[in-house]
């Protein structure tokens, strides 16, 4: 069953404290990409990858860091830097990264600070 | 860089009719569409989706029109049922050397039985 896996689900930070979101795809996709959602915006570009090793800077990349050691994973690191981290965060992949492909979407992770 | 504005912020409709959502773009280079649908507490899934060299596109109850010259794209459901209930996202790309993608601000439709 071919997809795009985040997990958890919900996810609590303390002040201070780093948290790390999993995305996870067997699509046998070269690039993925990290979304933030807030309620009544768009969704807005943290960070993509178009190969391992590899990874760029989105509009918002202030307070988040990502790796990507294989091709399946690429993690995401809210830091304490990031002063306003509660959001809907969405993970996503296309084929090669290319103009004009589809992405295709996790079902996301809630962040909340408590 | 492209901005993409999407309306309305929220529709209702009756069960059975029809329900339309505008959204404009900005950079004339733009050249794919595609259309999602969030429910709630869920990611976005593909709808349609809708290239520069073609005006109009059906799925069953949904279509999709692009007009290039007034950059303006609109999505179109007909019969609707209450499962049509989310939130419709449009976004715009292919300008640039990446897949750069850019979204409007969504609109959450009720549909009602």
């Known amino acids: 069953d071919g997809g795009i896996t985040q997990s958890p689900k919900y996810l609590f930070r303390k002040e201070g404290q780093n948290v790390t979101l999993s995305c996870e795809q067997n699509l046998n996709h070269d690039a993925m990409y990290w979304y933030r959602q807030d309620p009544g915006q768009g969704l807005r570009l943290i960070y993509y990858s178009q190969i391992v090793n590899d990874f760029q800077k989105g509009d918002i990349a202030e307070g988040y860091s990502v790796s990507r050691e294989k091709k399946e994973s690429f993690p995401l690191t809210v830091t304490s830097a990031q002063k306003n981290p509660t959001a809907f965060y969405l993970c996503?992949?296309?084929?090669?990264?290319?103009?004009?492909?589809?992405?295709?979407f996790g079902p996301g992770t809630r962040l909340l600070v408590l | 860089g492209e901005n993409v504005e999407q309306h309305p912020s929220t529709l209702s409709v009756q069960e059975g009719d029809s329900a339309v959502i505008k959204c404009t773009y900005s950079d004339s280079a733009s050249n794919y569409f595609p259309w999602y649908k969030q429910e709630l507490g869920k990611g976005p899934q593909l709808i349609i989706d809708i290239r520069s060299n073609v005006g109009e596109k059906k799925d069953q109850r949904i279509a999709v029109t692009l007009n290039k010259t007034a950059k303006h794209f609109s999505l179109h459901i007909t019969e609707t049922q209450p499962e049509d209930s989310a939130v419709y996202f449009c976004?715009?790309?292919?300008?640039?050397?990446?897949?750069?993608?850019?979204f409007g601000t969504g609109t959450k439709l009720q549909v009602i039985p």
């Open positions: 976004a715009a790309s292919g300008s640039g050397g990446y897949q750069k993608v850019t």
């Open positions: 996503a992949s296309s084929i090669l990264g290319a103009a004009g492909e589809t992405q295709y």
